[in-house]
């Protein structure tokens, strides 16, 4: 193998690969209903386009003390696509998609696989697995997007990225970050004075540099205390030592318009209620009552795509596979006695939490966990993890119906992994008109996944705007 086919990985990659445990692997789950999807289309898909992505014929390969991205010397699709013909009804579909995603990816493989089911009950079922270190969720959407066009006539465009060792434009800005930093003081005209330039003398540009400086390094310090201050999660059921046994549910759809007119009648995003309706679900689930439960601190950890945060030198290539998302954790109001109460209470959060620089935060500690040594990656995850006991992840799909291969997609829906000893995930996921929800979680801390997912949609019919929802 020669050194040009390695690539280092970015530690915002390799992060993934540091917080992996047995009990809670690192991967996003994908599945789609595909009318009249077939083996053969599938397999020519794959071979044509989703394989014109080079990283994905890579698998990750640890060699102190950095992750690196190493193509699979015997690589063949056949390793990489089962094709499932047992006949599922709603409810063995279910335990099917729970069992593989329990089923652990072998590492001396590219980390994803799918697996197609033709015969399940409403249609062919594609299920995807692949590991957080590839790409984030809005990669993967990325890449749908560009694979799956709105008409079944019409074929991708423009498709596919090479797997290239990309680590030097990050040096390279850091670099020229701090040597802007050091001459600012004798070099009024640095790209960051232009860009602050006004109406003043050179002196004073100078100085309002600095005070600019100054002030972002005061609020940068302010929000990190902030973020480390951050009160731990209540002891809760939700909090209970992971099994590393995961079962996952999905909703029937709901039409995105029935969150619209609740977002529009109480002046709130559809996101907003959203988490609103989780918070519900979460409630009875805490086994915390009485005054215990008006104490009770309990956060949602929400990724949140920070690519338009990033400066111009370091934006990814549109079609480009990675990670490039913080998170924000929002306090959930399981204390709320009222429907109405705890929507405007969660409004009041993300609001704030909008402001903050915390996604930028937790994604720079994010990536230090891949380049720190092993004893000391724990104390670092328990920063992040024990400030939440779930995760929430909201993914916007197409607002119109897109055809994989021919064959249009009836509907979509993914899990997140959930990091640390978080045992509950829960994925919103609007497309072509609709909204699924989806929930994994550890036998230890969830045994109701559908009565939970029932709740959530139970919120819905509570507030203004909205209406019964038949589950």
Same mark, same amino acid.
């Given at each position: 193998?020669?050194?040009?086919?390695?690539?280092?990985?970015?530690?915002?990659?390799?992060?993934?690969? /540091?917080?992996?445990?047995?009990?809670?692997?690192?991967?996003?789950?994908?599945?789609?209903?595909?009318?009249?999807?077939?083996?053969?289309?599938?397999?020519?898909?794959?071979?044509?386009?989703?394989?014109?992505?080079?990283?994905?014929?890579?698998?990750?390969?640890?060699?102190?003390?950095?992750?690196?991205?190493?193509?699979?010397?015997?690589?063949?699709?056949?390793?990489?696509?089962?094709?499932? =013909?047992?006949?599922?009804?709603?409810?063995?579909? %279910?335990?099917?998609?729970?069992?593989?995603?329990?089923?652990?990816?072998?590492?001396?493989? !590219?980390?994803?696989?799918?697996?197609?089911?033709?015969?399940?009950?409403?249609?062919? @079922?594609?299920?995807?697995?692949?590991?957080?270190?590839?790409?984030? +969720?809005?990669?993967?959407?990325?890449?749908?997007?560009?694979?799956?066009?709105?008409?079944?006539?019409?074929?991708? $465009?423009?498709?596919?990225? *090479?797997?290239?060792?990309?680590?030097?434009?990050?040096?390279?800005?850091?670099?020229?970050?701090?040597?802007?930093?050091?001459?600012?003081?004798?070099?009024?005209?640095?790209?960051?004075?232009?860009?602050?330039?006004?109406?003043?003398?050179?002196?004073?540009?100078?100085? +309002?540099?600095?005070?600019?400086?100054?002030?972002?390094?005061?609020?940068?310090?302010?929000?990190?205390?902030?973020?480390?201050?951050?009160?731990?999660?209540?002891?809760?059921?939700?909090?209970?030592? =992971?099994?590393?046994?995961?079962?996952?549910?999905?909703?029937?759809?709901?039409?995105?318009?029935?969150? *619209?007119?609740?977002?529009?009648?109480?002046?709130?995003?559809?996101?907003?209620?959203?988490?609103?309706?989780?918070?519900? /679900?979460?409630?009875?689930?805490?086994?915390? &009552?009485?005054?215990?439960?008006?104490?009770?601190?309990?956060? $949602?950890?929400?990724?949140?795509?920070? *690519?338009?945060?990033?400066?111009?030198?370091?934006?990814?290539? !549109?079609?480009?596979?990675?990670?490039?998302?913080?998170?924000?954790?929002?306090?959930?109001?399981?204390? +709320?006695?009222?429907?109405?109460?705890?929507?405007?209470?969660?409004?009041?959060?993300?609001?704030?939490?909008?402001?903050?620089? %915390?996604?930028?935060? $937790?994604?720079?500690?994010?990536?230090?966990? &891949?380049?720190?040594?092993?004893?000391?990656?724990?104390?670092? &995850?328990?920063?992040?993890?024990?400030?939440?006991?779930?995760?929430?992840?909201?993914?916007?799909?197409?607002?119109?119906?897109?055809?994989? /291969? +021919?064959?249009?997609?009836?509907? %979509?829906?993914?899990?997140?992994?959930?990091?640390?000893?978080?045992? =509950?995930?829960?994925?919103?996921?609007?497309? /072509?008109?609709? @909204?699924?929800?989806?929930?994994?979680?550890?036998?230890?801390?969830?045994?109701?996944?559908?009565?939970?997912?029932?709740?959530?949609?139970?919120?819905?019919?509570?507030?203004?705007?909205? &209406?019964?929802? @038949?589950?």
């Amino acid at each position: 193998m020669s050194q040009e086919q390695t690539h280092l990985m970015l530690p915002a990659d390799s992060a993934w690969l /540091a917080l992996e445990n047995a009990r809670n692997p690192m991967t996003i789950t994908v599945m789609m209903r595909v009318d009249g999807l077939t083996a053969p289309r599938l397999r020519e898909f794959l071979r044509v386009y989703w394989m014109a992505w080079e990283r994905f014929r890579y698998m990750p390969v640890k060699r102190a003390p950095a992750w690196w991205w190493e193509p699979d010397p015997v690589f063949d699709l056949r390793h990489h696509l089962d094709v499932v =013909l047992d006949r599922f009804t709603e409810s063995s579909l %279910q335990e099917w998609v729970s069992a593989r995603l329990n089923q652990p990816l072998p590492f001396y493989r !590219p980390l994803w696989k799918f697996w197609l089911a033709p015969n399940a009950e409403g249609g062919s @079922v594609l299920l995807l697995r692949v590991h957080h270190c590839y790409a984030d +969720g809005v990669s993967l959407t990325g890449i749908f997007d560009r694979l799956c066009p709105a008409s079944p006539q019409q074929h991708p $465009a423009v498709y596919g990225a *090479r797997q290239t060792g990309d680590l030097a434009p990050w040096i390279s800005a850091a670099k020229g970050r701090i040597e802007q930093l050091v001459a600012s003081g004798f070099a009024p005209e640095t790209d960051t004075e232009k860009h602050l330039r006004n109406p003043v003398g050179e002196g004073e540009q100078a100085g +309002g540099l600095l005070d600019q400086v100054a002030r972002n390094g005061l609020k940068l310090v302010n929000e990190f205390s902030d973020f480390l201050a951050e009160p731990e999660d209540t002891p809760s059921d939700l909090k209970r030592p =992971l099994l590393g046994r995961r079962h996952c549910r999905w909703s029937a759809p709901v039409p995105i318009e029935r969150f *619209r007119s609740i977002a529009k009648a109480t002046n709130v995003t559809i996101n907003d209620v959203l988490l609103s309706c989780v918070a519900a /679900a979460v409630r009875p689930r805490l086994g915390i &009552s009485g005054a215990t439960l008006e104490d009770a601190v309990m956060h $949602a950890a929400v990724p949140v795509d920070i *690519r338009s945060r990033l400066p111009d030198d370091l934006q990814p290539e !549109p079609d480009s596979l990675g990670n490039y998302f913080g998170t924000v954790f929002v306090p959930l109001p399981v204390d +709320g006695e009222s429907a109405l109460e705890r929507l405007y209470r969660i409004k009041q959060e993300t609001r704030r939490l909008k402001k903050s620089w %915390q996604p930028g935060i $937790a994604w720079g500690l994010a990536c230090c966990s &891949s380049l720190i040594p092993e004893p000391l990656r724990q104390p670092l &995850s328990d920063v992040f993890y024990r400030k939440a006991s779930a995760v929430v992840s909201n993914v916007p799909g197409t607002p119109e119906a897109r055809y994989i /291969a +021919g064959c249009r997609i009836a509907e %979509q829906m993914f899990w997140v992994p959930q990091a640390g000893d978080i045992g =509950l995930g829960v994925s919103i996921v609007s497309y /072509a008109g609709q @909204v699924q929800f989806g929930v994994v979680a550890d036998e230890a801390v969830l045994d109701d996944p559908e009565a939970f997912l029932e709740d959530c949609l139970q919120e819905l019919s509570e507030l203004p705007g909205g &209406s019964p929802i @038949v589950v």
